[in-house]
């Protein structure tokens, strides 16, 4: 039976959902509901790469990022539940001047990582990376500090702490609308009934602008389509090798059993309204689209020439959301007290999941944030970005040059 009522009332099982309902659990906060429609994990979290990368341009950078990179290489002690984290380090490759211009920036502006970050010659990338075949005169960040983990077990991880801590799970529950009261949230409608509460926090990942909609709130987060792929066993992938993610194509490559994981940015961006999908869509069911899948094989074929013949054996394709200037939104919108939006994550929402639990659970407790709040705060877009047809193109836009943007 669902309860009546709550005292914070957690939308989404995703990795944001858990993540949020561990943080506010752990500082303290009790009678907390986490309800999704599905299972948990069972929206775009499952089909993530899972990587984390913090060469990233995040404006808010290093309390934030540090607090992430500690949580991962600590998660069970920090929760109690393990998580499979590869710690086996990236190259980030850059070919041409502009972006190896960008390449020194980003890590003379990570001060604490760039002592543990170095410049390596396309020969040792060679040698760490065996079938990686970097092209003369390009240049080559090697990260140690980043790794992968495998997605789902981060936002299982996450429910367990949470429900070891008191927080309650009701899953196959639709939130279908919300509720106000004057200025604030005053309770949520679902399936199976109303529940009242003065604290929602929503992080319902693709649905989340369409559930806002219901108290009038226009959220400048949309999905945008992401894919990648993985092959079959190559007998020259080593297991820990780093990732590589190599600027102007826009790939990403890494090991995933004994085969590659291939992603990419910049390959047919397509934004989504929800209400467009018939009622009941699931992300499992997100159309394949075999051109980009194309595009991304004969991008990453140039540097790995073993996947140009390799069997495909999983497309993994999901819907992460993104703001009109790339970064989180992790606030109150105008207008509506009490309900936190935890959206427009983007390819990095794995990676960021400890520090987005971490930011909502500050904000409902009143705690100095991690972070300074203007930055993630969804007001920053009240006056622009009103349009869908303009919010949708800028967020394609964003999403079709992830790693070309300038620091
Ligand atoms: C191919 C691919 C590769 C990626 N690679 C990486 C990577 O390497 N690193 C990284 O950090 N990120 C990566 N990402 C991005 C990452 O997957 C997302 O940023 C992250 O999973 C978003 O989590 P979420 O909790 O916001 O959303 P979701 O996982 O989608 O969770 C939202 C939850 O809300 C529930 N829900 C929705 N509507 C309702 C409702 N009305 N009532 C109740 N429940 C509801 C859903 O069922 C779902 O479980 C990748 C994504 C894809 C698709």
Known sequence: MLPKTANVVIIGGGVLGTSAAFHLAEAGHQDILLLDRGPIASGTTPFAAGQTGYLNKDGFSEPFTTYCIDFFENFAARTGQSIDFQRCGSLRVALTEKYQADLEKRVQARDDLSSDVE????????????GFYPPE???????PHDGYVEPKSVAVAFAAAAKERGVKFHTRVEVTSLRTSGDRVSGI???????????????????????????GVN??????????????????????QPIVRVTEPQIYVRHEAGGLLVGGYGYRPLSFDMDDFPSGFEIPALEADPIYYEQLRTAA??????????????????????????????????GVGGLILA?????????RSPGIGRVVSDILSGQSPLVPLAQLDARRFDETYSS??????????LYARHYHELV
């Open 189 to 215: 409608q679902t399936n199976q009934g109303a529940i009242e509460t003065r604290n929602v926090v929503l992080a319902a990942g693709a649905w989340t602008r369409q559930i806002c909609q219901s108290v």
């Open 137 to 143: 005169g390009c240049r080559i960040a090697s990260i």
């Open 388 to 397: 869908d047809v303009q919010l949708r193109s800028r967020c394609e836009e």
């Open 301 to 334: 074929t140039l540097f790995f020439p073993a996947i140009k013949d390799a069997m495909i054996v999983q497309e993994r394709r999901g819907l992460p959301t993104i703001s009109p200037d790339g970064q989180l939104i992790i606030s109150e919108p105008n």
């Open 219 to 240: 959220v400048r987060s949309v999905p945008v389509r992401h894919q990648a792929f993985v092959t079959a066993p190559i007998s020259d992938v080593l297991p820990m």
């Open 119 to 130: 410049f390596i010659s396309p020969a040792r990338a060679k040698e760490m990376v065996p």
């Open 343 to 351: 959206t427009a994550c983007g390819v990095g929402g794995i990676a």
